[in-house]
């Protein structure tokens, strides 16, 4: 249950059931059930799912802490796909704090482990998110190839279901970085109806913040229609209480706003969601939003 509301976006409901998850396993008790549902240990799962939840609610420190935790216990169980399960949502993770290096270590060693386990579908992750690395580290080309790579062997090797969105997110992040908004916009049209079509809504927010950036590059002067995308973006994330999401789409948004003038607006709707951080200040989004508010002042 914990799983299914979290790609339901209803977050109330999946801390409930992850909290419940958390108090009743044991691990010498459960560990066993790893080979009987879902592939991967639950008490790992539960805390992983933990990590994430800290991190929408605003508390990135207390996500890695989660994170770390869940990887712990992976390890200590030694069971390859849960390991490997593991690392796939901590190096998610690291990706959406705009952490680098620690994302490339993660996911050279999600490449090495499921190659040596044979787990195809784990490399998979492994070679999209170090592709995303290259490309942040001055191998443009070469990184946004590695990633379509991952994308061709998710659809020819398995992978879950849910996590085809966020690979496909991280593609249409490339395109943007590298200057290919109709790319970007085919890729973030096709996410979009793919979960549209299956229910799923946790990546929707930052799904229409992306193609607001990508309709941007496209056509600079029509700041109209970025703005209904990057509003769209805000409006999702505040109905989901996930604050992460908020401020990225805030930051989009108010460098907009900043850009045609409205200076005000974009300084209050920006200080606002900032303001509700007590931790992680130097990570890069909110260094990032820092940045923007200065800037805007």
Known sequence: MWATSFWLAELSAAEHHIERGITLYDREQHRSLAFLYGGHDAGTCCRLFSAW???LYGHPIHAAAASKGAMVLAELIAHPPTIAIALTWACALLYF???VRETGHVARRLIDLPTERDLPPWRVAGTIFDGWTRMESGEAEAGIAQILEGLVA????GTLIPLQPLYMLVH???CWKLGRPEEGLRTTDETLAMTADRGERIWLSELHRLRG???LMRAPSDHATAESSFREALAIARQQRAQAWELRAVTSLGRLLGRRGARDEARKILGDVYGRYTEGLDTTNLAAARALLAELS
Do not use: G, P, Q
Not at 154 to 157: D, E, F, I, N, V
């Open 53 to 55: 939840l800290h991190w």
């Open 97 to 99: 704090e705009r952490n």
């Open 154 to 157: 998710a659809a020819t090797t």
């Open 172 to 174: 249409a992040d490339a």
């Open 213 to 215: 950036e990508l309709l």
